[in-house]
């Protein structure tokens, strides 16, 4: 393998086709376990002495490391974060979306089925007879969202809780996109299947 200089790159960083070689460090392999567990002790006794000296209620600026009670107690999650797909829905509670087909057209991962229909209502042109998400394939890039012209579809639902015992419960219907969500966490016939319990 030729000898790459990083410094000299047209860019200024390391790619994943480009690797480094390994030092005579790296090589003899016991000194990076030992450092490796040098770190580990060191983040566990300076959050064991940080909580400690909070139960003396001491040390109240510094913040050590939690451990989350999941699922009872749940990690704040960031407002943009990208969470479960939802259509939206118009006053009269029918579907914003049009079937203009342009989430479709532009997810990279193919994962978006839209079946357009005409629609009974003479002001409308069409709707989608089925739309499918199949969160299987899904990379959660949010061009859906951001292709959509009428707010139809959206990613703000701050659920994460996307797997299941049946594949097939992965490909989001219509009828699930537009049900309310209630509350955080998976719906009671998410829960595993008898076989599995046997």
Not at 115 to 120: A, G, M, R, V
């Amino acid at each position: 393998m030729p000898k790459i200089d990083y410094n000299n790159l047209p860019v200024n960083y390391k790619t994943s086709v480009q690797s480094l070689e390994m030092g005579l460090w790296e090589k003899l392999y016991y000194p990076e376990i030992i450092r490796g567990l040098a770190i580990t002790t060191w983040h566990f006794v300076r959050n064991m002495t940080v909580h400690t000296l909070h139960v003396f209620g001491l040390a109240k600026n510094r913040r050590g490391a939690v451990t989350y009670q999941y699922p009872e107690e749940r990690r704040p999650l960031a407002k943009r974060l990208r969470g479960r797909h939802r259509l939206t829905k118009k006053e009269d509670g029918t579907e914003r979306c049009t079937a203009c087909m342009l989430c479709e057209t532009i997810c990279p991962c193919d994962c978006i089925y839209i079946t357009p229909e005409e629609h009974s209502d003479p002001r409308v042109e069409k709707h989608p007879k089925e739309y499918q998400i199949d969160i299987l394939r899904c990379c959660f890039c949010g061009y859906c969202v951001e292709a959509c012209p009428c707010d139809a579809i959206r990613m703000d639902t701050q659920v994460m809780e996307l797997s299941h015992w049946d594949r097939t419960r992965l490909v989001y219907d219509k009828k699930f996109l537009m049900e309310d969500i209630k509350t955080l966490g998976a719906p009671p016939e998410y829960a595993p299947p008898e076989w599995w319990l046997k």
